[in-house]
């Protein structure tokens, strides 16, 4: 069977860069559900609609293609949105995007398929309780807001992207609130996930633990295949 490594978090927490280096290091392929909430975020923004349009943003989801190439790139109808999708304009919508129901059932439906037969890590909110409720390696990757806000404004420096600290600190609180109470698919801990809290700790290190944790619970799944 194939392996699926599901990682939820609330915006900053780390997920991002993690997931990538565990996918380098564990020969998995990198999913970032986010991305794909984004895209149509930009999307609708392109074509000028507005949270108010719900109709028309589920029947644009429905025309769109998105794609991540092997190196985590997006790809929105084959063209490369990779940058424009962390644009402030993006983050302001994509929360409020990501909480109509018709646009998860797409999302999910598409970020199902791109996992098929493969062996994937997958980061997001509800990938641990909706995407993938099933698999064994369930993480919940979280850190203090500040710390996750400054985190998210170095990344934005290093991108080219104007920010400022505080500013980023109200919107993540407004996106974690957001992202925690949608009616569906929202951010939640549950006891089957292994909570990590990365204030402290270094990108290094948190990889360490959950590389140390998906050998343990592989272990144990071989180990219950062979005396089943
Ligand atoms: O991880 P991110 O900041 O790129 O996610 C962008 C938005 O998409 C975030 O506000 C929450 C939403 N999202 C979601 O609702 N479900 C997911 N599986 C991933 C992201």
Redo the contacts with the bound molecule.
Sequence with gaps: MNKIIAI?GP??SG??TITKIIAEKLHLIYI???????AI?LAALRNNLTLNDTDKIIELAKTLTIEFDENGKTYLNKEDVSNE??SVEV?GV??Q???IPEI?EI??DL?RKMAHDKDVIM?????TT??FPDTKYKFYLDADVNERARRRYIQNQEMGIESNLEEIIEAMKK?DY??MH?PI???KRTEDQIYIDSTNMTIDEVVKKIITYIEEISKNETHESLTR
């Design positions: 939820d915006a900053g997920k991002g970032d559900t986010g991305a794909t909430y984004r975020a999708i962390r983050t994509v929360s995007i990501s909480s998860r999302l999910v970020q980061e997001g909110r509800d990938i909706v995407v996106r957001n992202d949608k698919g929202s951010l």
